[in-house]
């Protein structure tokens, strides 16, 4: 090399090195930028900031590394196209430049941009010119530009907030444009009735977008609002609209108003709608309803005046109490001189007090039961000890307490309506007295009859005329009882009063006249019965033909003619069908009762029927069910049995096949270990001799162990019908726990038994222990390593039940586990020997037993079983 020869240049400083120097000193502004992608992985939705410069911390006001991303602290990047270059300039493999002029974000100032990617960041280069003067119309353009923002911004906002209060009102509302009422703007509340989205009607013509809503007169309103400027105002205005995409027709008060633009020319109609389809329907259902409570007062106010009047006029005793005070709101002359007090003394005063007589007789108690059960009640020769002439005498009453009912159906009161009955009772206990004393008569004359012979005659002819006068009192009773029937039959508003009650009979209820058995009254349950066939003045054959012959006509006629009552339970009566006439078999319960006239002769009948067509049909139905019933269990029995054949022998063949493989299978495993005791070592190190001798160890093992699954379950199937006998349970579990002993202290356990040693179950011992005995040995080896294993063991007598718990502080199972625990082969824990058949077999055993099993248990927590046993 030539003295002249230049000496090398000093080296350049590490690329690391001069990176960072160039970074810190640039004059331009650099950001280092990490994408954020989407889920997906291809789009990038965002910019993370990695690093800032110095010149872009002071250009930007930003530190070093900024916590917030990109769109976070520039969001109008995205709308002015910055964001795009930047995603451009990362997928693209070139620098990429740009310049734009930014004034949003706090930023005023234009920007040149040069990016390029590094790797898995993108590299920025920036300058403004915020630092070099601008021109006087620059100035100035800026300065209008500010202004028109400004403006702009100002009109948005205001804009922004009726829109705003517009979606917020608690009216619907909507904003229609020009002649052809196009809409513009509509709130949700609006839309809502609409049943369209703005999105689905926004800048289409008002009845184009709502079909539905043409023809109504919204038309002409809405053209005359545009033309004149006048405001319209709907009050309950009637509209047929759509509502879920269904015609719905509704009440609403509607407003439609002229709108202006700034310079106050009309440019469109301002709508504001409320439904008031709920107030109109209410208010309009109120008024129907007060038109309906008025005439139901009116009815009822006639009603009673009605009442009052039969009450007055009734040839029995009627009174009226209401409140629980019993007061006495009406009598009759009847019930007061039956009381012994005049109306005056009694009305508006508490019964015990307007009649104290009656206190403590127990009258009072009857009425107020009535009053708080709303159940009639019916008392028949009841006795009452009341004033009359001034002296207290015993009197006998028939008589029915009803609950009284205003119009909305609430019990006010309780009609009392009474018979004196005193003199038929009196009578009656006369008789039986003289029919008492007649018959000791008799006792003695036989007792004595050599003594008396001779007198004899004389006292036949003395019971003769005992029996005599027996008769004769008994008809003179009758005679009474009859008059008394005829007095209460004879006035006209008795007769009303008697048809109503037939007419409102919980029963169909028909009076028959004459021998050709006309009718002269039926009720609507009669004629509804009969299909209406019955007509007044109609005889029952000339209604009902095909009655001729039949065992229904031949009682009626025979009651007629005898006067005595005929009965008859589930008679088939054969009927036409008002339809084709044909007969249909219906069944009845009636009472055919003998009417007499004034003379004690029959002059006609009453019938009282109620149709069982239904409950009788059902009960034979109900009957061939039982039947098919039986025959359907006789071939269940029978399946069952074969059934239980069926399984017997599998039993036996799965316990015989699972013990006879036992033999083979150790024999195989006898000349595996004597392969390995005879083959030379040389040959055992081969890989292949190696590999079949631990395949056929391997397959021994599992076959082995499938063939201890089958021996458990056969020998569950044959043990399980184990004799029930009484059982101590304490000494089962004591048993139990000293088998375990080793695995308890091993295990390091803690054991408590709260069972009392007088305790006993009806129970297979071995099944029991066997249970047990599984239950407490899965507690210590499914127990949790990070805590001491506790296990509770407790029992207490429930009712005809004996309930043992066995409780466990271990490593507890999900709710999934709980579901698949007592299934066959189910093994929930892998680190702990099991043939996945324990539980199964507990539970056969107790179930089997006539016992219960059930688990509770959470992951991490513990188990609890809870088994019930007989007593």
Known sequence: MSAHTPAHPAPMPASEDLLEVLFNVSMTGVILFRPVFAADGAEIVDLAYVRLNTAA?????????????????????????????????????????????????????????????????????????????????????????????????????????????????????????????????????????????????????????????????????????????????????????????????????????????????????????????????????????????????????????????????????????????????????????????????????????????????????LLRQVLHTQAPYTGTEIPATLRRGGQLHTTYFNFVYQPLYEVEGQVTGVLCVAVDVTEQVVARQQVQTLNEELAAINEELRASNEEYQLANVALIKSQQQLRQLTHELEARVQQRTAEAVQARLSTEHQRQRLERLLWEAPAAVAIIGGPELVFEFFNPLYAAMFAGRPQIGLSILDAMPELRGQEALRTLRQVYETGQTHQETSILVPLARPADGHLEDRYFDYVQQARFNEQGQVDGALVFAFEVTRQLLAQQQVQILNQELTVTNEELNESNTRLTRTNVDLDTFVYTASHDLKAPITNIESITLALRETLPPAVQQDKLVAHLLDLLTQTTARFQFTIGQLTDISRLQLVHAGPAEPVHLAAVVEAVRLDLTPLIAAAGAQLTVEVAPELVVSFSPANLRSAIYNLLSNAVKYRASDRPCQIRVHAARTGQRVVLTVQDNGLGMSEVQQRQLFGLFQRLHTHVEGTGVGLYITKRLVENGGGTIAVESQVDRGTTFTLTFPA
């Open 57 to 365: 911390q002071q250009m930007l006001q930003l530190p070093e590394r900024p916590e917030q991303s990109f769109l976070t602290l520039y969001p109008t990047a995205r709308p002015t196209g910055v964001f795009d270059f930047y995603c451009q300039a990362f997928q693209a493999a070139t620098v990429k430049r740009h310049q734009f002029n930014y004034q949003h974000d706090g930023l005023d100032a234009y920007f040149y941009l040069a990016a390029q990617r590094s790797g898995e960041v993108l590299v920025v280069s920036f300058t403004d010119t915020n630092e070099q003067p601008r021109s006087a119309v620059e100035e100035a353009l800026r300065a209008s530009q500010v202004r028109e923002q400004a403006a702009l911004a100002a009109a948005e906002a205001r804009q922004a907030t009726l829109y705003a209060m517009f979606e917020q009102a608690p009216v619907a509302i909507s904003l229609l444009q020009g002649p052809t009422h196009v809409i513009e703007f509509a709130n949700a509340r609006m839309a809502q009735l609409w049943d369209r989205s703005l999105a689905q009607v926004a800048g289409q013509a008002h009845f184009t977008a709502l079909p539905e809503l043409a023809g109504q007169g919204f038309e002409d309103i809405l053209g005359a609002v545009w033309r004149t400027g006048e405001p319209h105002y709907l009050q309950e205005q009637f509209v047929s609209l759509r509502r879920a995409g269904q015609p719905y027709q509704g009440y609403f008060n509607i407003t439609y108003q002229p709108s202006y633009d700034g310079q106050g020319q009309r440019t469109g109609v301002l709508t504001s709608a409320i439904d008031v389809t709920e107030q109109v329907l209410a208010r309009q259902q109120v008024e129907q309803l007060n038109q309906q409570l008025e005439a139901a007062r009116a009815e009822a106010e006639r009603e009673r005046n009605q009442l009052q009047a039969l009450i007055a006029q009734a040839p029995v005793a009627i009174a009226l109490f209401e409140g629980e005070d019993l007061h006495v709101t009406s009598v009759n002359a009847v019930i007061s001189a039956l009381w012994g007090h005049t109306p005056a003394q009694v009305l508006g005063r508490p019964l015990l007090e307007g009649v104290p007589e009656l206190q403590g007789q127990g009258f009072d108690d």
